[in-house]
């Protein structure tokens, strides 16, 4: 997942963005509201927005995306606890509004609530320039054209279009494509380096140490 973030407080902005790349995201931060309009464009799939910030604050941001007809899922991060701000973002459109000080892991959690809300609303997904994936005919797709691969490979790839952008650890391999089975790491990654091995792209990524993921695909 492509994440912008904007928060002035330079150390709590370093401490996001760290967490954010630690679960398999990829972060851009600014410190800036007007930087933040200069830059936003849709491939972008999330912004954190703090509000009180210099230039532009997180509610004009959203106010102005707003106008330009760009909606991507935002959560406020925020020191301001009236309900009338807090009602404010709601209305502005944004998924989560969360009170500072907060967990990083509070973060997590309510980023892949917004992530889990999506993928259920999305049955055809863009994996790379050629490939697709239907989740509802579970058809790996390239150039249109479906693709031959064994059982253990669709359902490999069926469970990480369900959680497209977020990290499949090994445990959920394990229960969920072997049954449970005492099946070891090593095993796992070789039969994900065959089903790499039999694709024409690579789009699937070993996030070290902790699993694999798709990211969902952007033209350029």
Not at 19 to 31: P, R, V, W
Not at 82 to 102: M, N, Q, S, V
Request: with cysteine; proline share 2%.
């Amino acid at each position: 997942m492509k994440i912008l973030l904007l928060e002035d407080e330079l150390m709590l902005n370093n401490a996001i963005c760290e967490y954010l790349k630690g679960i398999g995201h990829i972060a851009e931060s600014f410190t800036d509201g007007q930087e933040v309009l200069d830059s936003v464009d849709i491939s972008y799939d999330l912004l954190i927005l703090d509000i009180n910030v210099p230039t532009k604050d997180g509610f004009e941001i959203l106010q102005e995306l707003n106008a330009r007809k760009i909606y991507i899922p935002a959560i406020y991060i925020s020191a301001l606890v009236d309900i009338e701000d807090i009602t404010k973002g709601y209305d502005l459109g944004c998924r989560e509004y969360i009170k500072k000080p907060f967990h990083l892991e509070e973060l997590g959690i309510k980023i892949n609530q917004i992530l889990k809300k999506d993928q259920n609303k999305t049955t055809h997904i863009k994996f790379s320039e050629n490939y697709s994936y239907s989740k509802d005919k579970q058809t790996l797709y390239f150039n249109g054209e479906p693709q031959g691969l064994t059982k253990k490979q669709l359902e490999i790839i069926h469970i990480l279009a369900l959680n497209i952008n977020m990290i499949v650890d090994f445990e959920r391999f394990r229960v969920d494509i072997w049954d449970g089975e005492n099946i070891d790491n090593p095993t796992i990654r070789a039969e994900i380096s065959r089903l790499k091995k039999a694709l024409k792209e690579d789009f699937i990524k070993n996030i070290r140490g902790l699993g694999y993921k798709i990211d969902r695909y952007y033209s350029v």
